[in-house]
């Protein structure tokens, strides 16, 4: 019998079918050989559960839109392998499908997001497995469906200039907005699967890559400064028609007042001298220290 290839297929979170530019399921078995009576080799492996996850990679404002800043516990989370025949995808449904069981749920957020000058702003997702009881597996497979359609088209966004107090700093090449939650996951009495979760944490930061040091260094000295109003990274976003980036309804990622720090400063031979600097989110309460708008007007560089 011929292999059959598969591919990449589009991800489902509830009633939303967003695109993916790539996932991995890792089932995260917990398991241990056992040595005993002085034998040379284990007398058998034992296996006391999973933790399974996924982790994905998607454009940013398709799972800001579901997520947000935090958590989304997601009832219906399925994950798609499209299958070829005759050297192209197939149209029937034969394709795999692994999505959630009855009653489990998938503990979706956004670790970090980041792009380049020329690129697009694309998140780093994972989305935790949690089952309904202790001996079922909360992912079910099956290989008979159809691929589903995507809800909408995604709206893309590339890099957008950084402006500190209402000041540009010109020469931003790189932007990497870091939510680092924690997520602590918890098995218990035996349980093979997880049943609960807890996002106890997070420790969000905002890191600019930059083409010019010397404004850097000016701006902020060599200890940082402090940020009196705010600092705000804007990300251009394509227009749907065109392709081309533009001013309107981009993002914004807005810190309030926190510290402002510069990174590493490096030059080589025959290349562009570049530094960095980072911004961390503070919050006195449960509020998210970022403050994201969709429909941002980003504003010219200088």
Avoid at 39 to 47: F, K
Avoid at 274 to 292: C, D, I, M, R, Y
Wanted: charged letters at 10%; hydrophobic letters at 40%; aromatic letters at 6%.
């Amino acid at each position: 019998m011929v292999a059959k290839i598969s591919s990449l297929g589009p991800i489902t979170i509830n009633s939303t079918t967003i695109a993916t530019l790539g996932w991995s399921f890792s089932p995260d078995i917990v398991k241990a050989a056992q040595f005993h009576s002085g034998l040379q080799y284990p007398a058998i492996e034992t296996t006391s559960g999973a933790n399974p996850k996924v982790t994905f990679r998607c454009y940013f404002q398709d799972i800001w839109a579901l997520t947000g800043a935090t958590i989304l516990g997601a009832t219906t989370f399925s994950v798609y392998l499209s299958a070829y025949t005759t050297l192209i995808r197939d149209a029937s449904s034969i394709h795999l499908k692994l999505a959630l069981a009855s009653s489990c749920v998938a503990a979706i957020q956004i670790m970090s997001a980041s792009v380049d000058q020329d690129g697009l702003l694309i998140a780093d997702v994972e989305a935790t497995l949690l089952a309904n009881d202790s001996t079922t597996h909360p992912f079910a497979i099956t290989t008979n469906n159809a691929l589903p359609a995507l809800t909408a088209e995604p709206i893309k966004h590339t890099l957008g200039p950084f402006v500190l107090d209402t000041v540009g700093i010109p020469a931003v090449q790189s932007a990497s907005i870091d939510f680092a939650p924690s997520l602590q996951v918890s098995r218990s009495d035996g349980d093979l699967y997880p049943r609960i979760a807890a996002q106890t944490q997070g420790n969000p930061k905002l890191s600019i890559g930059h083409k010019d040091p010397r404004a850097v260094l000016g701006t902020l000295g060599l200890l940082g400064t402090n940020v009196a109003t705010s600092g705000i990274q804007y990300f251009r976003r394509h227009d749907a028609t065109t392709g081309l980036a533009g001013a309107s309804n981009g993002i914004s990622v807005t810190l309030g007042v926190c510290r402002i720090v510069p990174g590493q400063l490096s030059a080589e031979q025959g290349g562009i001298a570049t530094q960095g600097f980072e911004l961390t989110g503070l919050s006195a309460s449960t509020t998210h220290p970022f403050t994201v708008s969709l429909t941002a007007t980003v504003p010219a560089a200088a």
